[in-house]
DNA sequence: TAGTGATTTCTGTTTAAACAGAACTTTCAG
DNA sequence: CTGAAAGTTCTGTTTAAACAGAAATCACTA
């Protein structure tokens, strides 16, 4: 597969962005390579399209295995392994957003709880100190909570939702001000 | 200013999460530390606390504010500069989202619709290629337009929503399913 | 079961970011 | 106007991640 100007553009853009947010660089752009990728693609031509060492793409592929946004397809007469992104981007957000939670937002509420615990004890820490703590203990949860909520709903009622924006308060009667 | 095992552990973790996040870890360490501290801490004490050198911290102090999530305070008959936190929790994410919009949302949308303006006149690539950069814009524009609706409202009027979590879609009869 | 194609793992190199220390600039007190 | 304190900028070093290429493993076919 060759890259065409527009194509290149954004793969280097979804690069460029992926390492802002703590995604590695060739993760990026392989993961934005096959979302454009009509047809599921072998490591080398991966490997090839971007420039890259066939080495580094085997792990990036791994790695994107991992988050559950690339799954290994076979096609027949081909003992070649293909690789195809997943293109709903709905699934593709809520994948990311989950495997986040599991990795850094869940241990980040350990943490905290365990301060909080702690902190029960401790005579040396500023009470106002631990009472910051637990404030963002509190809202971590809240926040969480309020994910895990929203990840119940439908995908389609998910999509309403957010279509309807401020709305939704409007009709709840919610807003004090404008 | 010392830290005590609790404060420790709380920055240490939160070093580590800003550096998943794209965050320098020494700046999310000064903003931990900063979010604790009962009173504004000089540029120095923040250098003795965390052991770091006294010049990455001017820059790392320099960049916090850049976010808008640390500012500066002056004491009477004291010429340092003195350096404190949004504690409001809630303001504090209202602050990184929007600064994070500012900086990646909005060039990727600007990247995304030149993508799809050059794409009119592109013959070599695949119209499902282009398809598919379309539905990333739309997508990613929905996302934003949905932010954008959520920010006009009252703070009260948005921890209302998040604390009805899923029940918002059953006051508004959208749950198709359960 | 030998041999080839495919993939992964290992190891050393490259690269970019993070950081420290020194030099420099600014600000204020006397 | 001078000197000391505070803050910033510059430069070189360190460190960790990213990466390439070689070696090793695995998987299948003939």
């Known amino acids: ?3 065409t100007p527009i194509m290149e553009r954004y793969v280097l853009h979804w690069g460029e962005m992926g390492a802002r947010w703590g995604v590695n660089r060739s993760v990026a752009q392989i993961h934005a390579l096959l979302y454009l990728s009509p047809k ?22 791994r790695e994107l295995q991992g988050w559950g946004l690339v799954t290994l397809t076979h096609a027949l007469g081909d003992r070649r392994d293909h690789f195809e992104a997943k293109t709903d981007l709905w699934e593709m957000l809520l994948t990311i957003v989950e495997e986040r939670k599991r990795r850094e937002v869940d241990p ?3 943490m905290l709880r365990q301060c909080v615990l ?4 401790d005579k040396e820490t500023d009470p106002e100190i631990k009472a910051r703590i637990e404030r963002m203990l509190t809202f971590v949860e809240t926040l969480s909570n309020w994910y895990v909520q929203m990840r119940t709903l ?20 919610l807003t004090r001000a404008a």
Chains 1, 2 share one sequence.
């Open 40 to 61: 599921p693609l072998t490591a080398e031509e991966i490997a090839d399209t971007l420039a890259l060492a066939r080495s580094n793409v085997s792990t990036s592929l």
């Open 1 to 3: 597969m060759r890259l």
């Open 154 to 173: 439908q995908k389609s009622t998910l999509v309403s939702l957010m279509k309807m924006g401020s709305k939704v308060a409007k009709v709840l009667k």
């Open 118 to 121: 702690d902190a029960g004890e």
């Open 108 to 110: 980040t509420l350990t």
